[in-house]
């Protein structure tokens, strides 16, 4: 059996026993593509842990950053302990070292920005409304792209205020929301989306022919709308994300409670956004000092 073959039986067991989502099953996918270009399509029993190392080495030769190499790697080390549990290869992984993640502190939006961006939608035209509800969810609630795009019907409580979300590794948390995107929520899906074709699908934002919307699509329209706002640093959807956790620690929230809404499974993770929030204070500081 090939490597090929062999990973779509891990795909199966991701799906069927780990509940991973279809954009995380594509990723996978991507990284296996790559290890195959590195090592060639051999046949699994002929696996070894020097091919992950030579991948890690394959990987650096194209200048690839170094967390893509890592998520690259976690991935075929994810595929190798499957295939010794199951006793395909018995191939030990004590030996293989990652390399040492460079610390990357995220773009962060400040509240006039955030402002800025969510005031400047023309609410008269439905799929600006719609991207604007878009928008004020995620940045009051911190949901991740993916959380955001299959974001169901059935998991609103507009009564209670909270957002239940099915996150990585299938981990259901809920998240509070506040009114302001709740009532965005609400006239989207009465006003705009009930005359939609899509309408009686569970997914909440559809696009005109009433499918689901597709992250390129989310990607390329928030960028637009930066520009638009006038806002200058490179923005992605996961921008706001970001800011939503940085605002809520500068903000007085505690770094545990912000794990929660986020759905990190280590602190941490979370923990990146305290240094957003002094290297900010810093800065203000230090403008400040130099008036």
């Known amino acids: 059996m090939r490597i090929s073959e062999s990973f779509e039986d891990y ?64 991935t075929i080390r994810g595929f190798y302990l499957f295939l010794n549990r199951e006793n395909v290869i018995d191939v030990p992984l004590t030996g293989l070292k990652l390399p040492k993640k460079e610390m990357h502190l995220p773009n962060v939006l400040t509240l006039e920005e955030v402002d800025s961006l969510l005031d400047g939608f023309n609410l008269d035209n439905n799929k600006e409304f719609r991207d604007k509800t878009m928008l004020e969810v995620m940045y009051a609630s911190g949901l991740r792209v993916s959380e955001l795009l299959s974001l169901e019907l059935g998991n609103i409580n507009f009564e209670a205020g909270y957002l239940k979300i099915k996150g990585k590794g299938n981990k259901e948390r809920i998240i509070p929301i506040g009114e302001y995107a709740l009532y965005y929520l609400k006239n989207y899906i009465q006003h705009i989306r009930k005359f939609n074709p899509g309408f009686k699908t569970k997914i909440v934002f559809l696009n005109r022919e009433g499918n689901p919307l597709s992250r390129q699509y989310f990607f390329k329209s928030i960028k637009q709308y930066a520009t638009r706002a006038g806002i200058t640093i490179d923005i992605s959807p996961h921008t706001l994300r970001h800011s939503f956790a940085t605002h809520l620690l500068e903000n007085g929230a505690n770094l545990k409670e912000v794990q929660e809404m986020l ?21 203000a500081y230090d403008a400040f000092m130099k008036r």
Do not use: C, P
């Not at 991948?55 to 030769?61: A, D, I, K, N, V």
């Not at 759905?263 to 240094?275: A, M, N, P």
């Open 11 to 74: 795909i199966t067991y991701l799906v069927v026993e780990k509940g991973d989502l279809k954009s995380t099953i594509d990723t996978y996918l991507d990284d296996l593509k790559s290890f195959i270009e590195a090592v060639g399509d051999k046949e699994v029993r002929e696996l070894k842990l020097d091919d992950i190392s030579f991948f890690m080495r394959y990987l650096s030769s194209k200048n690839l950053k170094t967390s893509s190499i890592i998520r690259k790697t976690t």
């Open 263 to 283: 759905g990190h499974s280590k602190i941490e993770t979370t923990q990146i956004y305290t240094h957003v929030s002094t290297k900010r204070i810093l800065s």
